[in-house]
């Protein structure tokens, strides 16, 4: 698998995505995957705010949620079945504005997929929209993808067997993710302007269908939920 980074121009609010994309990668191969950030994901949609006071940003986060709350740092909220930070709100790299998550990054991978599927004539693509994450007692974010369209994003290990004739009972790859997380280590995540990415030979499987929900688990079934629960009341 490779990943190529790609430096493009200033990406304006509103400008097309799909031109843009096709301005900097002229050339596909059949089988690629097209990485695009959220940020520019959001622009292309005019997904902006002026930056909000601190009440107004309070009712950004619940009006951006299903659940938020206010931590020493940041709102931390459940949008979309993933904890993250300010309902993916940014304010960097921003012109003053604060840029929200696209409306629908599932949607918008599967429109921009057909788009350039149509441009550079070729029968097998995949998008993916990323966004970044701290994960628990981690330090740096990882990638997340928070929308693809072309591939499975999850592979499923659960009643295949071991090298020693075990049966997976909870074993999953989230392709998705580590898609994300090999692209946005080329990207980056400060002024390099690199918004997209090119990932070739990638090792997944195809599909014209893809299960919105499949990398997602109720908050009642997370692993980590009864050990940070217990963490917070010793803490308190």
Known sequence: MQVLPVQTHLY???ENLETFIAEHIPRVKNGSIVVVTSKIAALAERRTLPLPSEREEA????????????????????????IMANAGADKSNAAGKMILLPKDSFASAARLRRALMKHYRISKLGVLITDSRVAPLRAGVIGVALGY??????????????LFGRP????????ADNL?????????????RIPLALIENA??????????????????????????????????
């Open 149 to 162: 369209a072309g591939f499975k994003g999850v592979k499923d290990y659960r009643g295949k067997k071991d």
């Open 180 to 192: 994300a997380s090999a692209a946005i280590l080329v990207m980056g995540e400060g002024a390099e």
């Open 203 to 236: 090792p997944v499987e195809w599909t014209e269908r893809v299960k919105k929900d499949e990398g997602r688990i109720p908050p009642e079934d997370d692993l980590y939920l009864p050990f940070l629960g217990r963490f917070a009341k010793k803490r308190i």
């Open 12 to 14: 304006k609010e509103g």
């Open 168 to 175: 997976f009972v909870f074993e999953q790859t989230n392709v």
């Open 59 to 82: 009712a950004l986060m619940r009006r951006e949620s299903s659940f938020a709350i206010k931590t020493k740092w940041v709102w931390l909220t459940l949008k979309d079945g993933m």
